[in-house]
């Protein structure tokens, strides 16, 4: 190529540490020998990896296909350069920068080769991004930048050597000199092996936070500039005091935000563990009473310790400040520790209040307690705390605890493990432990509400919903309750039990009573989602958006956005939002958001069909959530990796992942979630067409969902037992399920399921002989499902009106919908479908003698004829082309056309169609006595199965 335009290529740039100053120290000829070894070995490895060398000096440019081919090179070089410094008895190391850009590629003529050029020239931005990426590099350090990580991080999953795991880090944001925007700076490297550390500033590149500029602050500072040019000084310094504290559009906070992290246990007694939790959520409580407070919620608090690895609370560096100011937004952190004495209750406490921005320690001050007294110690602590604060004391603080907790240390013990349990994603412990503590204080609503918590991670949604009106009713009731508690409770009861108007209610007044609570905001978003209303959910999200850092910045935020776009089938904005919010969670540690945020990556990516992309990131985010211990998590990622399979026609491995799904639901108890497994398992056998294996299954999800009072999936599991019951040809039973279901979601108001059901019993009025009421009913599923605008209800709605309508004798309008079902369904590549729908078309065109029409419909269906015989499609195939052949005068070829499909006990409508035909195969040759025998034994088992339409077409033959 003498000269070309820009390709995506992925850039290497190594470079030997100290080299010079290695020259110096072993003299030329060693040197000469050492680095020619060093050099075959970079050069020998390449291959292995399929880069290509484009430049050398110390080090190497090389250019790679892909950025895990880049790593893999890196990380093999850092271990080939140890093993060789130790072989010959010198330190060597080497830094390596890995960046993805677009580059000019120029091939020098063979003539200016012979004169010492290089075979091919990399010119670009590219090129010096990745040359000052390497020179922030340290020894033994690969670092990347955030297109190189992320794809390699993904093409990783399955490409790791078990022995040597990757360590993926973020380091931040990075200035580069002669770059406008920051860059994200990444490191990957393997323990024991790479330097794993944030790089130190080099001269031409330097990381934001050590400058004390944010991302946004640099976009000024470089406006600044500009205004300083022109000379508008006074108005730039008013500019940059404002930008310092705000970010536009941001309201001033006047409330100061509070973590409680927890206290210590020096004591070395198990039995005394409980009272970290129970000091934590006491002391929490007391504080909320103070309205210049916001309180964190504890399980946000104990996350965000998990994720960062922080044991002690005692002792927390830099960077663990750093990263819990970032992660929770606390101004101030509250911690501590206690020592219980073995014989008696009572334990001395140290409670310390400290700066979250500076870290400096406020105040420290000591108290003594018993468990019986745990109301009047964190009484105590609270005044301490607002008295450091210079806030005003708050009286009605104790009136606060004792309406909300349990009054004593053994409720208080309950509660606090049962706390812990739930938050170990252990909720069956947690529930028996909640249940003892409600033993002892029914009217705790805080302990009821974790307890409706608990039910609901079990699948127990009638418990849940039970508990939390439970705990709805005492906080209403209570005339001591603070408001803001109150609409709290409120609020999680409408959510526990799907009521999202009310919920959205109770989330918009707690979001104008602290409208800097970013919580709430989350929360009224989710529910606005929720509620079908995912346009006014982005309008909350984008309130959210302008508070300050680090809450503005918040990945939640992200990840609620990118549900509402999925509401909204924009389903590459939901990609951007979701890729936006795995970035921002890996760079504060927070994995199960990244987790969450991979997932609604791989939903975006599997409706786009981008199902190898999809399947990448269902695998990262359960890999993510096993390391998070979240077994229930991990179980939606696996049912997720199950679809991908099935839909690609991997049935068995489909069905081994929801095997694997379903006994990690059974590991944690988890009934609904069991439920759901079965009921996957079901659809899976049901379109395998192994229905036996189907009906158990389906039967079991039912009773399991009638188990834990889940009436929208008990209402499911009904619709499809009853589409399994007609596809067995078991009408009567099918259509009492289905009615039993309709009833059920009348009352849940789920009009999605409301249509699949009705159109369920469509199917099954028609094969009862229903005509009219088959075509009414299918009208009317059809008629939601549009105004719901579910694409695939819709074609499959409008390919059984198809049916219907031929039936009724409505030719022409079946004609038309049976069309516009395959349309749908070529649209979507759903092949057996289409078959199925072109079949249809055949048969119709029959009805009107328009054989040469039939004919090119039926060779449309043959085409995509699947290989299973037994498919629904397939049978539909042979019905169309018995017909066919019939309305020729070929008998003898319609009942080769059916020959073989079913078992004289197969009463599937498809097969009782095809028994018709046969029928009249053997009357049109003349096989009276045969035929007759055969239409008896149809009719019979028409008549006693309540085969309605078989039975008026046997009558009327």
Not at 90 to 109: C, K, P, Q, Y
Not at 344 to 367: M, N, P, V, W, Y
Not at 665 to 691: H, I, T, V
Request: charged residues 30%.
């Amino acid at each position: 190529m003498a000269a070309g335009g820009s390709v995506l290529r992925t850039l290497l740039l190594t470079d030997l540490v100290n080299s010079t100053k290695l020259l110096e120290q072993l003299g030329d000829q060693r040197a000469f020998e050492i680095f020619g070894r060093h050099d075959r070995i970079a050069r020998d490895l390449l291959s292995r990896y399929d880069g290509k060398e484009i430049d050398k000096t110390d080090g190497f440019l090389f250019l790679f296909e892909r950025p895990i081919d880049a790593l893999g090179y890196a990380l093999d070089y850092h271990r080939a350069l140890a093993e060789l410094s130790e072989e010959v008895g010198v330190r060597m190391e080497a830094r390596a920068g890995i960046h993805l850009g677009e580059v000019f590629l120029r091939e020098n003529s063979p003539e200016d080769v012979a004169k010492g050029a290089k075979p091919l020239e990399v010119e670009g931005l590219a090129k010096p991004m990745a040359a000052r990426l390497m020179s922030l590099a340290g020894g033994r350090q690969t670092l990347m930048t955030r297109g190189a990580y992320d794809l390699a991080r993904r093409a990783a999953v399955d490409a790791e050597d078990p022995d040597r795991p990757f360590v993926w880090m973020a380091h931040g944001l990075y200035a580069f000199k002669g770059v406008d925007d920051p860059i994200r700076v990444f490191e990957v490297g393997i323990q024991g092996e790479s330097a794993l550390s944030a790089p130190a500033d080099s001269a031409k590149v330097w990381q934001v936070a050590r400058k004390g500029l944010r991302v946004a602050e640099l976009k000024k500072k470089r406006r600044r500039m500009i205004l300083a040019a022109a000379g508008a000084m006074v108005l730039l310094l008013a500019a940059i005091s404002l930008w310092h504290f705000l970010r536009p559009g941001a309201p001033e906070d006047p409330r100061k935000t509070v973590a409680v992290l927890g206290f210590a246990n020096l004591s070395g007694l198990k039995e005394a563990d409980w009272l970290s939790t129970a000091l934590s959520e006491t002391i929490n409580t007391d504080l909320a009473s103070s309205k210049e407070l916001r309180i964190l919620p504890g399980e946000a608090v104990s996350r965000a310790r998990q994720d960062l690895k922080i044991v002690s609370v005692q002792t927390l560096g830099e960077e663990s400040l750093k990263l819990l100011r970032r992660r929770l937004g606390a101004d101030y952190l509250v911690s501590g520790s206690y020592l219980r004495s073995r014989s008696q209750a009572k334990f001395g406490l140290t409670a310390s209040l400290q700066d979250a921005s500076s870290g400096e320690i406020l105040a420290s001050e000591k108290f003594r307690g018993t468990e019986e007294g745990l109301f009047d110690l964190a009484s105590q602590v609270g005044e301490a705390i607002r008295s450091s604060l210079g806030l005003a004391a708050a009286p009605e603080a104790g009136i606060h605890l004792e309406a909300s907790l349990p009054s004593s240390a053994s409720g208080s013990r309950f509660y606090a493990q049962g706390l812990e349990a739930l938050r170990s994603y252990e909720p069956q412990k947690a529930a028996s432990l909640f249940e003892q503590a409600v033993a002892m204080d029914p009217e705790a609503p805080l302990v009821q509400e974790a307890l409706a918590a608990a039910w609901s991670a079990l699948g127990y949604d009638s418990r849940a919903v039970e508990t939390a009106e439970k705990a709805w009713k005492i906080a209403e009731n209570s005339k001591v309750l603070p408001r803001e508690q109150r609409l709290l409770i409120e609020a999680r009861y409408a959510q526990t039990t799907g009521k999202w108007t009310q919920a959205v209610e109770a989330y918009q007044k707690l979001f104008n009573f602290d409208e800097m609570n970013l919580e709430y905001g989350l929360q009224l978003a989710a529910a606005e989602i929720s509620a079908a209303s995912p346009e006014v959910g982005l309008k909350t999200l984008k309130i959210l958006r302008r508070f300050p850092v680090p809450e503005g910045e918040d990945p939640r935020i992200d990840i609620q956005e990118a549900r509402a776009a999925g509401g909204l089938s924009r389903y590459e904005q939901q990609l951007e939002s979701a890729h936006r919010a795995m970035q921002k969670a890996e760079e504060i540690q927070a994995p199960e958001l990244q987790a969450r945020a991979a997932i609604l990556s791989g939903q975006a990516l599997h409706r786009l069909g981008r199902r190898k992309e999809a399947a990448e990131d269902y695998a990262l985010a359960r890999k993510l959530y096993q390391s998070a211990g979240n077994t229930a998590r991990v179980a939606q990622a696996i049912n997720l990796q199950a679809i991908l399979r099935w839909q690609a026609g991997d049935f068995e491995g489909a069905a081994e992942l929801f095997r694997q799904s379903l006994n990690l639901c059974k590991a944690l108890g988890d009934r609904g979630c069991q439920a759901s497994a079965e009921g996957n398992l079901a659809s899976l056998w049901m379109q395998k067409g192994d229905l036996e294996a189907a009906g158990k299954a389906y039967s079991e999800a039912l009773k399991l969902f009638r188990e834990v009072g889940n009436r929208n999936y008990e209402a499911v599991a009904l619709s499809n037992l009853g589409l399994l019951q007609s596809d067995l040809g078991r009408p009567r039973e099918a259509r009492k399920n289905l009615e039993e279901a309709l009833e059920i979601l009348k009352e849940t108001g789920r009009r999605s399921s409301y249509a699949h059901s009705l159109y369920a019993l469509g199917d099954v009025q028609l094969i009862q002989g229903e005509v009219e009421g088959a075509v009414k009913t299918h009208r009317k599923a059809l008629e939601i499902r549009e105004e719901l605008e579910e694409p695939g209800g819709v074609a499959a709605s409008r390919l059984s009106l198809a049916n219907a309508l031929m039936e009724a004798g409505q030719q022409q309008e079946a004609l038309r919908e049976a069309r516009k079902a395959a349309e749908a369904f070529s649209k979507e590549k759903k092949a057996e479908k289409e078959a199925r729908a072109h079949a249809l078309s055949a048969r119709i065109f029959l009805m009107q003698k328009k054989t040469a029409e039939a004919e090119a419909e039926l060779g449309l269906a043959r085409a995509l004829r699947p290989r299973d015989e037994n498919t629904a499609a397939a049978m539909e195939i042979a019905l169309a082309g018995a017909e066919l052949e019939l309305s020729g005068g070929h008998p003898g070829e319609a009942l080769k056309e059916t020959e073989g499909l079913c078992e004289p006990s197969d009463f599937r409508p498809a097969c009782l169609e095809i028994s018709r035909i046969r029928i009249e195969s053997m009357e049109g040759l003349d096989h009276r006595e045969q035929a007759r025998g055969e239409r008896d034994r149809l009719r019979k088992i028409a008549e006693e199965h309540g085969f309605g339409l078989v039975l008026k077409k046997l009558g009327s033959s």
